[in-house]
């Protein structure tokens, strides 16, 4: 007789503001690996919830047999990295700059303190070594750069050895080595233990080869589950390039219609950095950085996890107290002659991990992309009809206006997402900077977004700096690029 490791009947959430519009029914059966996967807004996360038990049934059943465990409490024996897990855990003290102040972090955990004992040495050693974390070990927490953070969720979450391990998008914000290794790894702890996998995904192309079926979600919908080969059978690739071609022409339309206030920059150097170092205790993240940035340029900024990239960006953005101890220009102006951060950031639409991170708000989404004409994480400040107007349009340009009325905490990571990076372009900046912007996005909402980049880049004297670790998302109008390298 087959076991059901989780066994999900007829089941309906109890809450409609958290129930899919049809009852659904999943098995995940002894020896299964299973891809749940689907577009942004689909579903996936309200059926997983369902499936941790975190949402109560108004209908049907859900059973558990973890055998050979001996608890049966699906708390005790499903692990769930959640999107929002891969930059850490974001509470009520937490602000957007914290990272880079280091005066709010003293009672911040280190790494291996965060890890605590533990008992699988062997485990213990093989992770380490996959992920290159013993120099990391006596950093804290904060500290961690995107990457790095994803790794430590994994490790600590593995270490507990699970018997149901749901991850949630895992390859995101990792470098490309990193993603090939975490994809053996799983392949190979999933064939050693009695370790059952689920990723949710939003990318096909990240259904990994150990998975051996595939529940899709659409619409609000749980599919039947099939063998990987089925689903890989039927299913039909987005046709990105007509998605393109009939996008672009409206984008540029709507970005035409939208009132370009001009360039108040009068300088042709947008950033300019000598000889920049950055150190955090006895790391050493940048050192003796030169580097030039001109208006009109578009540069794609890469680097392995931990080579420093958003704090680069951060010291851009004026996030980073370390700026003003380094020699930056900005806009051509020196930083410290006098310019408040308000008039640094004014010129500059900026998205990133740590700003999704601190975005636990219950604003409307209307509201957080009005709040990127105020530059404040939330809104404070009742926006004028104007400003609401231009909201809206870039929001229309985004494809996300049905949204707008939505509590940001109740949208899916990858609608986050998408009004955040709405956000960076609301007010027509001189300077867009894009850190990881199509995190989460399913193959749809990727091209859609980088259509609109593309169109951005092609209104007068507009200068981007964009990092990403899958080359396919960068713009065709990519002038230059810089690469870091990671300080040991």
């Known amino acids: 007789m087959c076991q059901h490791i989780i066994n999900l009947q007829n089941g309906l959430a109890r809450n409609p503001a958290t129930r899919l519009k049809s009852a659904a029914s999943f098995q995940l059966d002894n020896g299964e690996h299973i891809a749940i996967v689907g577009p942004n807004g689909a579903g996936k996360s309200m059926l997983i919830e369902m499936l941790t038990g975190k949402y109560p049934l108004i209908k049907g059943s859900i059973e558990y047999d973890f055998a050979p465990g001996h608890s049966n409490a699906p708390y005790e024996n499903i692990k769930y990295i959640t999107f929002r897990d891969s930059y850490g855990t974001a509470d009520a003290n937490y602000y957007h700059q914290q990272r880079w102040n280091s005066q709010d972090q003293y009672d911040i955990p280190i790494v291996s303190e965060s890890l605590g004992d533990i008992e699988n040495v062997q485990l213990r050693d093989e992770l380490f070594e996959l992920f290159g974390m013993e120099p990391l070990l006596d950093k804290k927490l904060i500290y961690l750069s995107n990457g790095e953070m994803r790794k430590f969720q994994l490790i600590k979450t593995l270490i507990t050895n699970p018997r149901v391990l749901i991850i949630d998008n895992p390859f995101i914000g990792l470098d490309a080595r990193t993603r090939e290794l975490l994809g053996v790894l799983l392949k190979d702890i999933s064939q050693r233990s009695a370790l059952q996998i689920i990723l949710v995904v939003s990318r096909i192309e990240d259904i990994s080869e ?8 659409n619409d609000m919908v749980c599919g039947e589950k099939v063998t990987r080969k089925e689903f890989f059978d039927t299913y039909k690739t987005p046709v990105t390039t007509d998605i393109k071609s009939a996008f672009e022409a409206e984008v540029k339309r709507k970005m035409d219609e939208i009132p370009d206030h001009g360039n108040s920059i009068e300088s042709d150097m947008m950033v300019k950095l000598n000889n920049v170092s950055i150190k955090y205790g006895n790391r050493t993240i940048l050192k003796g950085l030169d580097w030039t940035v001109m208006k009109g340029e578009k540069w794609a900024l890469s680097g392995e996890n931990g080579a420093g990239k958003s704090t680069l960006l951060s010291i851009i953005c004026a996030d ?21 951060i308000w008039d640094i950031k004014k010129h500059i639409g900026y998205v990133s991990p740590e700003m999704h991170r601190s975005y636990t708000t219950n604003n409307s989404a209307l509201e957080i992309v009005a709040s990127g004409l105020l530059d404040t994480i939330g809104l404070y400040v009742k926006p004028k009809p104007e400003q609401i107007a231009i909201s809206e349009s870039w929001m229309d340009i985004f494809g996300i206006s049905d949204l707008k009325d939505r509590p940001m ?3 899916s990571s990858g609608e986050q997402r998408l009004i955040l990076v709405a956000r960076a372009f609301v007010k027509d900046p001189e300077l867009l900077i894009l850190d990881e912007p199509l995190h989460g996005l399913d193959a749809k909402n990727r091209a859609k977004v980088k259509t609109i980049i593309e169109c951005f880049c092609q209104r007068r004297d507009k200068t981007l700096i964009m990092v990403t670790h899958y080359e396919e998302e960068l713009p065709e109008s990519i002038t230059n690029r810089l690469f870091l390298k990671r300080n040991i």
């Open 320 to 340: 980073n107290p370390q700026s003003y101890a380094c020699d930056i220009s900005l806009f051509g102006r020196k930083r410290g002659t006098g310019e408040s």
């Open 210 to 217: 150990f998975i051996t079926h595939v529940v899709p979600v």
């Open 409 to 411: 905490n109740q949208l």
